[in-house]
């Protein structure tokens, strides 16, 4: 991936992004050529976007057997690369290109109204995530902090598993089961954004289908499993279920929840923050504009009446 984009290690890098100040069009989609007509070619910026596929962060083989070394092999060195691969070629030469990749889903999410980067750009984005919600000798139960609030926000572990599980086995299709932090709401013109609700703040279980990732409601992902066939095939066939199982009691790594964890409330944070400076800025200068009197011309009124 490009330096703007996610590193491996912090998925969650969406947290840090700022604000989008331009149009969410499929004006994006005019190249800066088709857009500046005649002007020569070296007039325009370097194209600088080269969005990179990203290994997981353990060897092939080190999720055996539980994943063999040929589903992570097939599964990172074929589809994840051929996403990265084809989101390059869509974005190259666009106002896509030398984004951070949370920034392209976003954009191209489009309130629903998806722009043919998406899917390519979230998968990227989602098999990363994938690939980091495992690790050797994972599984088992999250401790501290995390604990304490899968406890406060599903009742009891136990709770969230099957939920959890429920989610991923009942995705119909191709999809993600996701175990996220629900935010307020995502500071962007584009995103659908749920209205704030009494869940706020908390951890939540949803699905998606295809590539749909909850980045574009305003979620904050913290553990991905992904249920598309191409996932497990090759291991366990068509035992999706079997696979789920798996994955939330070998390879799971709540280490890495955690810390994305403590980034999603961070980041969080920093939004209230924010939004409590622009409301206090709002009021500031809504005090210092002049107070506009209007006067009714009677006659001009009756006028217009008659
Ligand atoms: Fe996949």
Not at 54 to 83: C, I
Request: charged share 25%.
């Amino acid at each position: 991936m490009s330096g703007t984009a996610t590193s491996l290690s912090t998925p969650c890098s969406i947290l840090l992004r700022q604000p989008l100040g331009f149009s969410h069009s499929s004006s994006l989609w005019t190249t800066k050529h088709e857009r500046y007509g005649r002007r020569r070619a070296n007039d325009f910026p370097a194209v600088t976007a080269r969005l990179e596929l990203k290994p997981p962060p353990y060897p092939l083989n080190a999720l055996e057997p539980h994943m063999s070394q040929e589903t992570l092999s097939y599964h990172w060195g074929k589809h994840h690369r051929g996403y990265v691969e084809n989101l390059n070629k869509q974005i190259m030469g666009t106002d896509l290109d030398g984004m951070s990749l949370e920034d392209i889903i976003i954009l191209t999410y489009n309130k629903g109204v998806i722009l043919p980067p998406f899917n390519n750009a979230a998968q990227v984005w989602n098999h990363e995530l994938f690939w980091d919600s495992m690790k050797p000798g994972g599984g088992g139960k999250p401790t501290s902090h995390l604990l304490e609030l899968i406890q406060r926000d599903f009742g009891s572990f136990e709770t969230f598993l099957n939920e959890f599980k429920t989610a991923a086995s009942s995705q119909f299709g191709s999809g993600w089961a996701w175990l996220a932090y629900k935010a307020n709401r995502l500071d962007v013109g584009n995103a659908v954004n749920p209205r704030p609700a009494d869940d706020d703040k908390k951890l939540v279980v949803v699905k998606s289908p295809n590539a749909v990732n909850p980045l574009v409601w305003g979620y904050l992902p913290l553990l991905v499993i992904d249920v598309w066939e191409h996932a497990y095939f090759l291991d366990y066939e068509n035992g999706r279920s079997d696979f789920i199982t798996i994955f939330m009691e070998k390879l799971v790594s709540w280490d890495a929840v955690s810390i994305r964890l403590e980034m999603a409330k961070a980041q969080t944070a920093k939004r209230e923050r924010q939004d409590l400076k622009r409301q206090e800025l709002e009021e500031r200068n809504a005090d210092d504009d002049p107070v506009v009197e209007m006067y009714l011309d009677s006659d001009s009124d009756v006028s217009e009446a008659e």
